[in-house]
């Protein structure tokens, strides 16, 4: 059975830290890798993160490098998304996302869309 579901979202202050959970599980091995993925309404959906679950490589848009770190539990079939050094730009509502390898931030590469979890930073 195919699930993808998100979660950790919340409210937190600018300076803080949520860490975003992703539960994928049920999907062929050809789905190696797991992107994370932000939407504001009215926006483009804008790759953050991906990670391949094989190989651990991974990928960051420049505006999170060095304050969100993707990381991979296998045994679990979950990929999390550990966010500090919140900006209020990072408000969106956040989504995980299986794809085929390699590694990549765009969204038409992506097959499935979970329910998505909703970060909101207050400066």
């Known amino acids: 059975q195919v699930q993808l579901v998100e979660s950790g979202g919340g409210l937190v202050q600018a300076g803080g830290s949520l860490r975003l959970s992703c539960d994928a599980s049920?999907?062929?091995?050809?789905?190696?890798?797991i992107g994370w993925f932000r939407h504001i309404p009215g926006t483009e959906r804008e790759g953050v993160s991906c990670i391949s679950r094989s190989d651990g490589s991974t990928v960051y848009v420049d505006s999170v490098k060095g304050r969100f770190t993707i990381s991979r539990d296998n045994a679990k079939n979950t990929v999390y998304l550990q966010m500090n050094s919140l900006k209020p730009e990072d408000t969106a509502r956040y989504y995980c996302?299986?794809?085929?390898?390699?590694?990549?931030?765009?969204?038409?590469?992506?097959?499935?869309w979970g329910q998505g979890t909703q970060v909101t930073v207050s400066s």
């Open positions: 049920g999907f062929s091995l050809d789905y190696d890798v």
């Open positions: 996302a299986p794809a085929a390898p390699p590694c990549g931030l765009i969204p038409y590469e992506y097959d499935f």
